[in-house]
T-cell receptor, first 114, second 114 residues
């Protein structure tokens, strides 16, 4: 089955610096790659997603890049702020699956120091 | 929109007791999902429904786990009998039909089985 590896597991940056989180997957037929942010005591919330026909997508300070050949995708957060501190999860859809057939990475705890 | 509503937020029970977790999805959403989150295994899909019908329950760990969706606005996840290894945060999520619909998660139920 699909396997999703996420790195690093923890990341600490200074406010204003950039943060990069990377994920790799195994099933070349996977075609949907969302990123979720989870704050303490809350459920994950979608922050950005990308499909396999697109190499990069940007939304203000957040961007995602996808390399289908290498089977990896990354989340980039620029000009980090303390409120960006949270756990971030990448996910991959299974072949032909619905939105919910997602395999999640183990998460990255991002700490932004003021 | 009130979002996905889960109850209770916290549940502490003794081993062997029956536990029932409840979820109200966002009105109009066609899909409902139950996830379990632990430090060791991360976010795992347990089961999902489409139009109240269970589609895939391959993630349900054992026969002790069961889920129902009697109508479009309510679902339950039941564990009977509960065991300490069932301790986790259980999330319900819902989404619209279609590939551009993200998952909307509730804030979860933290279950502790002693």
């Amino acid at each position: 089955g699909e396997n999703v590896e996420q790195h690093p597991s923890t990341l600490s940056v200074q406010e204003g610096d950039s943060a990069v989180i990377k994920c790799t997957y195994s099933d070349s037929a996977s075609n949907y790659f969302p990123w979720y942010k989870q704050e303490l005591g809350k459920g994950p919330q979608l922050i950005i997603d990308i499909r396999s026909n697109v190499g990069e997508k940007k939304d203000q300070r957040i961007a995602v890049t996808l390399n289908k050949t290498a089977k990896h995708f990354s989340l980039h957060i620029t000009e980090t702020q303390p409120e960006d501190s949270a756990v971030y999860f990448c996910a991959v859809s299974l072949r032909g699956g619905s939105q919910g057939n997602l395999i999640f990475g183990k998460g990255t705890k991002l700490s932004v120091k003021p | 929109d009130a979002g996905v509503i889960q109850s209770p937020r916290h549940e502490v029970t003794e081993m062997g007791q029956e536990v029932t977790l409840r979820c109200k999805p966002i009105s109009g959403h066609d899909y409902l999902f139950w996830y379990r989150q632990t430090m060791m295994r991360g976010l795992e899909l347990l089961i999902y429904f489409n139009n109240n019908v269970p589609i895939d329950d391959s993630g349900m760990p054992e026969d002790r786990f069961s889920a129902k969706m009697p109508n479009a606005s309510f679902s339950t996840l039941k564990i009977q009998p509960s065991e300490p290894r069932d301790s986790a945060v259980y999330f319900c999520a819902s989404s619209l039909v279609g590939n551009n619909s993200p998952l909307h998660f509730g804030n979860g139920t933290r279950l502790t089985v002693t």
